[in-house]
């Protein structure tokens, strides 16, 4: 009797085979085909040249210091020792900006950054070289170096409006209670034989003096200017945060200052 066999995929040697998949070879040939579409796609991912990626990779850094100037920290130089020795010159201070926009306001106590009121720091020399200068404007644009202009001054927080300040003898007083500053640089005490006072500062403003009491240019020897020696409060740019540089006088004053 004649037995019908299935056909098989086994080779010339006889030995049988699972019968194939149905539908197997299609999807062989499916994968096949979308392998060769994956592998052309990738190679027309040409790389960038670096004419293009460099540039590109400047701008977005340039994007992200300029935002992190603007809305979370600016860097600033110490030019003088009038804030000895809490900041020394040649400190790089970093100011929280972020502060002021979320409802901050200058508390006694605190080391800001402001902007010159008016007549207290002499006028700032210039780069002649038209080159370094734009150089210089750019990178101070975005937060990278110091304000080109330097027109800003970073004094500690004594009183604020509607506070009455005054000093005599040795004592420094708000509204008639006596300062402790343990801050004061080594052989000052808080009236560095210059009394004033009282003195009321005016609502929207800030008194501001010097931790190097002696040699502190501040609020004390302003009081013929606007304000009567206080500092308007939109001058401040925001709190000293921290000591960036150098690595040996690293220090954190926290998020406001304290």
């Not at 149905?22 to 960038?48: H, I, L, M, N």
């Not at 720091?121 to 644009?141: C, E, I, Y």
């Not at 300062?179 to 009321?200: I, K, Q, R, W």
Request: overall charge positive; glycine content about 12%.
């Amino acid at each position: 009797m004649a037995v019908n066999l299935p056909e098989t995929t086994g080779e010339a040697d006889g030995r049988a085979e699972r019968p194939a998949a149905p539908g197997g070879r299609a999807e062989a040939r499916r994968r096949a085909r979308g392998g060769r579409v994956r592998k052309a796609r990738r190679a027309g991912r040409r790389p960038r040249p670096w004419w293009i990626e460099i540039p590109a990779m400047a701008a977005v850094g340039l994007v992200v210091a300029l935002l992190i100037k603007t809305c979370l920290f600016q860097v600033f130089t110490i030019p003088s020792g009038s804030m000895e020795n809490t900041l020394r010159i040649g400190d790089r201070v970093g100011v929280n900006k972020l502060a002021p926009l979320t409802g901050w306001k200058p508390e006694p106590g605190q080391p800001v950054v402001f902007k010159d009121p008016g007549g207290w720091l002499p006028p700032q020399p210039t780069d002649g070289n038209p080159v370094t200068n734009a150089a210089t404007s750019v990178l101070s644009f975005v937060g990278l170096v110091p304000p080109k202009d330097d027109n800003y001054l970073v004094k500690r927080v004594i009183a604020t409006g509607g506070q009455t300040v005054q000093c005599a003898g040795t004592t420094l007083t708000v509204d008639g209670k006596k300062v402790d500053e343990p801050y004061l640089h080594a052989g000052d005490d808080s009236c560095a034989n210059m009394n004033f006072g009282p003195v009321t500062v005016p609502a929207g403003y800030i008194w501001v003096e010097g931790d190097h009491r002696s040699d502190s240019a501040d609020s004390r020897y302003h009081q013929g200017g606007p304000g009567g020696g206080a500092v308007p409060v939109d001058n401040v740019v925001g709190p000293v945060a921290a000591v960036v540089w150098p690595l040996n006088h690293l220090d954190w004053f926290g998020w406001v200052g304290r």
